[in-house]
């Protein structure tokens, strides 16, 4: 049973598209987070849900756009892709501020 | 500021200890976390830290916590070429739901 899965893992597209990715935790969680990941590895949070609101919005572009229709998902829409926004994008849950558990990723490339 | 600093690389041959260290800034984390993170996946947690401990030990790893000088450590005895991976620190903080990692320390075994 995956924990945190979102999808899709891999993800080219051109430069001007919208995209979503999708993710899922099935621990019962209250809080659910997007980071993003650049080529040097570095994490830095984007977005963060409490039970269904928005309690961090970093800053990124508004062309960034989550989305959580219940407790259990937290999508992430993209708008207007540019290529700066190639990355690898990780969902994360946790219950209140405790442990975070990371899905697997979505390599995002922009082209 | 809310800069976790580690050092980027560590180069071991396999069977010796390794040594991860970690600045934190937050002095009122309860928790801190180190992460593991191998080529292609997500993160995992690998353990974590009470503040109000000095060490912890589980298997090959050995957690030490200096809340004074706000730095953490990650040992890993007999370390293996199964443990190449990058390795985060990571700390929750005050009044944020969300936490704020290092920037990986990338540990490479030597067979």
């Known amino acids: 049973d995956t924990a945190v899965s979102q999808t899709p893992k891999y993800l080219v597209t051109q430069m001007g598209n919208d995209k979503s990715i999708k993710c899922e935790q099935n621990?019962?969680?209250?809080?659910m987070y997007w980071y993003k990941q650049d080529s040097k590895k570095f994490l830095k949070i984007m977005f963060s849900?409490?039970?269904?609101?928005?309690?961090i919005n970093e800053t990124v572009p508004n062309r960034f756009s989550p989305k959580s229709p219940d407790k259990a998902h937290l999508n992430l829409h993209i708008n207007s892709l540019e290529l700066g926004d190639s990355a690898v994008y990780f969902c994360a849950s946790s219950q209140s501020s405790g442990e975070a558990f990371f899905g697997q990723g979505t390599r995002l490339t922009v082209v | 500021g809310e800069d976790v600093e580690q050092s980027l690389f560590l180069s071991v041959r396999e069977g010796d200890s390794s040594v991860i260290n970690c600045t934190y800034t937050?002095?009122?984390?309860?928790?801190l976390y180190w992460y593991k993170q191998e080529p292609g996946a997500g993160l995992q947690l690998l353990t974590y830290?009470?503040?109000?401990?000095d060490m912890k030990q589980d298997q090959r790893l050995t957690v030490l916590l200096n809340k004074k000088d706000k730095h953490l450590s990650l040992r890993i005895a007999d370390t293996q070429t199964g443990d190449s991976a990058i390795y985060f620190c990571a700390e929750p903080h005050t009044g944020r739901r969300a936490l704020t990692f290092g920037s990986g320390t990338r540990l490479q075994v030597q067979p």
């Open positions: 621990l019962g969680h209250d809080t």
């Open positions: 830290i009470f503040s109000n401990m």
């Open positions: 849900y409490n039970n269904k609101e928005l309690i």
């Open positions: 937050d002095s009122s984390s309860t928790y």
